[in-house]
């Protein structure tokens, strides 16, 4: 690359960047952003850098022998539209970065809330304050996030956005009336009040994941099937038709059984080990 070539040039002679940024009349800033791959010279001072460094031009840019350099302007052009592709790429990349990440500080705070803060209504407001904080993030960038602008595509990432959080947001209510004195049940209803909000849970992620697009945000994000498309569509294809009779199963076993937590950790399991080990089959071609 252009810019290996410059420093590789510059430290056989051997110049500082001072040095070299002298001898072709610019500042030492503009040789460190050549050679960090920054900025392109344009052609004057591509043949001024070629004449200090005592190489020609072909050499810097890479050419063949047989290359022209004729077409120096057109060279420099692509490269130049390679390199604002590159930075535009770069850029892209930090502003997601930043996002994940103000979602991640908003969820450690939910969570510092939760061990911190005074049981009841205080903790309940406060980390139901940063859960709709960070849903708020993620909604307002959900195209960003999830590279994908069109509309087709965004409906079931909104849906299963807002659902999360009127879902997080109920088990946050009926957990600060449960601490509070004001809503009261027995161990078995409370078993049974669980279990219905996993059965609604069960239920919307069989109706919505067929809809959802891959993507490396919204779904079920395994290292298989982030990676590779087919593997998602089929994760998310035997969601979508396991996840009603799983939950009306898991219903029947929670009614039947009076050890709800264990039939909950051996249904979810199921539920989401099932299309996990289909997913996985279809990503290593079996």
Known sequence: MLSENIRRFRKARPFRQEELAERVHVVRQTVSKWENGLSVPDAE??????????????ALLDLTPEDSEADLAGELARRNEK??????????????????SAILAWSLAALLCALLAPDGLPAA?????CLVAAVLVLWRNLPLLTGTDQ??????????????AVFLVLGLGVSALLGLGILTLSQRQEELLAAALVACLMVFAGLISPKLPFNRHTGLRLPWTVADERAWRAAHETLGVLSLPAALLYLACVLAFPDGETVTLCAVALWLGIPAL???????GT
């Open 125 to 129: 407001v406060l980390v139901s304050g």
């Open 83 to 100: 390199l604002a592709e590159l930075q535009r790429r770069e850029a892209l990349r930090r502003r997601v970065s930043g996002k994940r």
């Open 278 to 284: 289909r997913s996985y089959r279809v990503f290593r």
């Open 45 to 58: 001072q591509l043949r001024d850098l070629a004449a200090v460094l005592g190489v020609s031009v072909s």
């Open 151 to 164: 509309e087709s595509d965004l409906a079931p990432l909104r849906l299963t956005t807002v659902f999360s």
